[in-house]
């Protein structure tokens, strides 16, 4: 059995949308939005509300804890990816993050982090919302790919990423900021580092042809390899493809890597061989949802929190 990892939460919280469909808000910068002709918009919408459910169905039964609501508003579409309004750290630390795009700001929710105070040990909830008006935003672990063992935050400059917020989270959150400019095949610059990054406990999968600079690439490797982790470069296409769009998780039976079919599928042979030693991938059928530009890791908030002892023949009903 694997020892638990600080890297891989046990838990997560996932939003089942009922109005789901691509943000034309967030269209102009996220260039990995797509539209579906094929479909009507209540179509997509079903279609999106069923993946979350059967995602959440599969990783419970992979013996991850997940902790569904309902999002019953028309006002936010992208409710589905509820890694960039708030995080969680151990220690008992919550995070509230600047949203760039208006109608993202409706889908911070004081149910879910009253949930967390009941069900997990939460000692403080920092903020950083206020910086809005200001126009300074870090949208949560879709701007930051944090290596939690290291005590690293890697950071994609966008207009989702301020570097102002970003080094009040690492002075406030103990995190050492490594800031970069990244962009896809086209030299358009990418707005989420979630997208081209993920950091599991003994691996790490990143798009090193994003990061434009080279020395800062180099530096970037060299940081991954010197943790002891593999490090698996993805080409453009597979990032394209949400292969970076992954997040480990502990499960029933050792630690899972969560990602989508789609991201599975543009992974070559020899790079599955390698995460298999590490964890047992976990494919997710969400292609209605990566319309909206984001996958997999996106949809899941971790909770690296302490859980509270649940008292003899109680039973939740939090999710709603």
């Known amino acids: 059995m694997q020892k638990l990892s600080v890297q891989a939460p046990r838990a997560v919280v996932m939003i089942r949308p009922h109005h789901f469909g691509p943000n034309s808000e967030t269209a102009s910068d996220n260039l990995f939005q797509a539209t579906d002709a094929g479909r009507n918009a209540d ?28 999002d019953q508003g028309q006002e936010t579409p992208d409710s589905v990816f509820p890694n960039n309004w708030f995080s969680t750290h151990a220690g008992g630390h919550v995070a509230l993050y600047p949203m760039f795009s208006p109608s993202r700001r409706k889908e911070r929710r004081p149910d879910i982090i009253e949930m967390l105070k009941r069900r997990y040990r939460v000692q403080d909830v920092i903020d950083y919302s206020g910086l809005e008006p200001d126009g300074v935003f870090l949208e949560g672990t879709g701007a930051m790919v944090l290596d939690h063992i290291e005590r690293v935050a890697y950071a994609a400059r966008s207009n989702r990423t301020n570097e102002v917020a970003l080094e009040r989270f690492c002075t406030h959150f103990n995190f050492e900021p490594v800031v970069f400019d990244a962009a896809d095949a086209g030299g358009r610059a990418i707005y989420h580092t979630n997208v081209l990054m993920c950091i599991g406990t003994d691996f790490a999968l990143i798009g090193l042809a994003t990061v434009k600079n080279t020395a800062r690439r180099a530096e970037i490797a060299e940081r991954l390899a010197q943790t002891g982790r593999t490090v698996i470069d993805l080409t453009h296409e597979q990032i394209a493809d949400f292969a970076g769009n992954a997040i480990e998780l502990d499960g029933r039976k050792g630690r899972v890597l969560a990602l989508s079919a789609r991201a599975l599928e543009a992974l070559r042979s020899e790079q599955v061989a390698t995460l298999e030693k590490h964890a047992r991938i976990l494919p997710l059928d969400v292609s209605t949802i990566e319309l909206a530009g984001g996958s997999v890791r996106c949809m899941l908030a971790g909770i690296h929190l302490a859980a509270r002892p649940v008292p003899s023949g109680a039973c939740h009903a939090d999710e709603t």
């Open 43 to 70: 179509e997509i919408a079903a279609s999106a509300k069923g993946e979350v459910t059967r995602a959440a169905a599969m990783l419970e039964d992979a013996g991850v804890t997940v902790h569904l609501f309902e």
